[in-house]
């Protein structure tokens, strides 16, 4: 989005951003290609920001992108590059979204930010580091940043989805969430299900974006990343397609 951010190479995501210019190219792709101008982004778990900075564009003046990234060292750069760019429907906020007001570990590996968790320790191997960061409750702070404007979400907090996802899905004017889905599988698929959401895995290609409905829980494993939109009048959505054509069809 032509922001610079300063990053660390000596852990994965900050080499991976100074090699590729993005954490995950065909998400950064569905995301811009979901937003319309005007709306409003939240990029919850945002690490170093290159999906949500690449979107600030994409909503325009009349949007805004809000990051949440409770790593000090990282929100400081991330702040940084926001004051360079000199933009303003920018507001990086050092915190993270759950389930309360509340101060809570986060625990990171030294050699990836972006397995920084909220949960307690599952036994992973490894040298890792604990912090006390803020934590706000999800669906009260939410609904100050986005009032009654359409919004959609990018959300990586490494298995705490369900925390977070559950305060936002009674949100209507939620119209998209592009995800991870490599835990909580069957939480994920069921309530974005019962909630009126249509949900589409990213395929991985180097040359082309490509999402692909998942309406059966046996495909799950195929995908690393999904996309749940909301179908609204659409009614049935197509199988496959490229995420412009799925912008089209959903509210």
């Known amino acids: 989005g032509g922001f610079r951010v300063r990053v660390d190479t000596r852990e994965y995501h900050g ?13 950064s792709r569905v995301v811009n290609a979901l937003l319309r101008p005007g ?9 170093y920001a290159s ?11 009349l949007g805004h992108v809000h990051l949440f990234e409770p790593q000090p060292a990282i929100a400081r750069a991330v ?14 906020h050092e915190l993270a979204l759950f389930k309360a007001d509340d101060e809570l570990t986060l625990r990171v590996p030294t050699h990836h930010s972006g397995l920084g968790t909220l949960l307690p320790d599952d036994g992973r191997g490894g040298e890792w580091s604990s912090l006390t960061v803020q934590t706000r409750q999800t669906r009260r702070f939410v609904k100050q940043l986005v009032g009654e404007r359409p919004f959609g979400v990018k959300i990586d907090i490494e298995g705490a989805e369900p925390e977070v996802l559950e305060e936002l899905l009674p949100f209507e004017r939620m119209r998209f969430v592009v995800f991870e889905g490599c835990s909580n599988e069957r939480w994920l698929f069921d309530h974005f299900s019962a909630a009126g959401f249509a949900i589409f895995g990213l395929k991985r290609s180097p040359l082309r974006c490509r999402i692909e409905r998942v309406d059966d829980f046996s495909r799950w494993h195929r995908y690393h990343d999904f996309v749940a939109v909301r179908q609204g009048r659409a009614g049935t959505l197509p199988a496959r397609m490229h995420p412009r054509r799925l912008a089209t069809l959903i509210d």
């Open 15 to 27: 080499r991976v951003l100074w090699v590729h210019g993005t954490h995950d190219r065909k998400v």
């Open 39 to 47: 709306d409003i982004l939240l990029d919850i778990g945002a690490n």
């Open 51 to 61: 999906i949500g900075l690449a979107a600030a564009e994409r909503v325009g003046p």
């Open 79 to 92: 702040h940084e590059a926001i004051g360079r760019a000199g933009v303003r429907n920018v507001t990086l």
